[in-house]
Nanobody
């Protein structure tokens, strides 16, 4: 049974930093592309970042490029999202997801398993 558990969300002032973690179990972690998505109230779920199983290739939404960094530790079955220079528009529920593939995707439906999400709220 695949489980993805996010942690690290919370309330932060604009300009601050947070690091999200997603611990995976029940799968061969190193065989999966890992992604982070977010969903704000009244909006569709949107792609944030992804990382291939070796960590050699990453992809980012334009809105977070240069501020967020995705990384993974295959020994710990964990993927991270370091979020710096946070803006109020970054407020959302953040989800991690996995896709058994060698290539990344920014399309939510192409990810097979999802975590429950962690709330990030950025105040002005």
């Amino acid at each position: 049974q695949v489980q993805l558990v996010e942690s690290g969300g919370g309330l932060m002032q604009a300009g601050g930093s947070l690091r999200l973690s997603c611990a995976a179990s029940g799968l061969t972690f190193s065989s999966y592309v890992m992604g982070w998505f977010r969903q704000a109230p009244g909006k569709e779920r949107e792609f944030v970042a992804s990382i291939t199983w070796t960590g050699s290739r990453t992809a980012y939404a334009d809105s977070v490029k240069g501020r967020f960094t995705i990384s993974r530790d295959n020994a710990k079955n964990t993927v991270y999202l370091q979020m710096n220079s946070l803006k109020t528009e970054d407020s959302a529920v953040y989800y991690c997801a996995c896709r058994r593939s060698t290539s990344s995707s920014f399309i939510p439906n192409e990810y097979e398993f999802w975590g429950q999400g962690t709330q990030v709220t950025v105040s002005s």
